[in-house]
């Protein structure tokens, strides 16, 4: 059995971890790469980098800070946002990310993950998918609809369809964010992660509204994920790494990734 992963989520605006609720009300958390070395010391077994203004600033991402936490940090981590074409992609890696993550433009430019995948292989290509519940009808199906651009723009994309669709252009992996429970630390939204994860054959990674250990057993079991996302809960100091990886395994028997020592380097 596949090991279960707990990744680290550092939303990144001005060269600084933020974090809000639905994209909103964002307050100021720390240096991007010294939280990184943190979560990585606590025994996280994946960290997220998102750039989260890049797209909306026309720039591309930072890259000196995808250096500088290669560096520091030994744990794979995936970088998102700014990210328009194949070259940006080998930008990125070639910084020592080993991971990107394609929202947005993979909803305008589907086959940008095919080009992704070709490049460097499926297991670097990310889909990163907003989904929002807006009820089954014949134009969204499972009842939920993909938002783009930091949950500001509806599509015509119905969520599970789209999944299926990005996995066959090439995506290794999704990364699904639900918008009615991210930040809200109630719980993450169970029926849409269930939907996608028995839907495809790559990994799917549960995402907003991890606020207690309880949370993340929720998806690894009940929704079926791979792998949890969280932020909220490490950011503000309530958990560590450490200890929900403790606490989510003596109320489960979810295989997990023991807490390692750390490395000088990567």
């Known amino acids: 059995m596949l090991m279960k ?14 974090k809000g609720v639905k994209f909103a009300g964002n307050i100021d958390v720390g240096d991007p790469v010294a939280l990184a ?3 990585c010391r606590q025994g996280a077994d994946e960290l997220v980098f998102y750039d989260i203004t890049a797209s909306a600033e026309n720039r591309p991402i930072d890259i000196a800070m995808v250096e500088a936490a290669a560096k520091r940090i030994f744990i794979p981590f995936c970088v998102g946002g700014g990210l328009r074409s ?3 992609m080998r930008r990125v890696i070639l910084a ?21 995948a070709e490049a460097f292989g ?7 998918l907003d989904a929002k519940f807006v009820g089954a009808s014949p134009a969204f199906p499972s009842g939920y609809q993909v938002v783009t651009r930091g949950g500001r723009c509806p599509t015509a994309l119905d969520a599970v369809n789209w999944a ?12 699904l964010n639900s918008i009615d429970t991210d930040g809200v630390q109630d719980g993450y939204e169970l029926t849409i992660t269930r939907k996608i994860a028995q839907a495809v054959s790559v990994p799917v990674i549960a995402s907003g509204g991890a606020g207690k250990v309880s949370h993340l057993r929720a998806a690894l079991v009940e ?23 403790e606490e989510l395994q003596a109320i489960s028997d979810l295989p997990l ?10």
């Open 257 to 266: 990734r023991r807490v390692r020592t750390p490395l000088s380097g990567r």
């Open 96 to 116: 020592g990310a080993d991971k990107v993550s394609l929202n947005s433009l993979a909803v305008d430019h589907p086959e940008i993950l095919s080009r992704g």
């Open 5 to 18: 992963r707990i990744i680290v989520c550092l939303d990144v605006r001005a060269g600084r971890v933020t």
């Open 86 to 88: 194949v070259e940006d």
């Open 37 to 39: 070395e943190e979560y």
């Open 164 to 175: 299926c669709q990005a996995v066959s252009l090439g995506a290794g992996e999704i990364c």
């Open 122 to 128: 499926r297991q670097c290509i990310v889909l990163g």
């Open 223 to 245: 929704g079926e994920a791979d792998a949890a996302l969280i932020a909220s809960m490490v950011h503000s100091g309530r958990y560590t790494c450490a200890a929900i990886k």
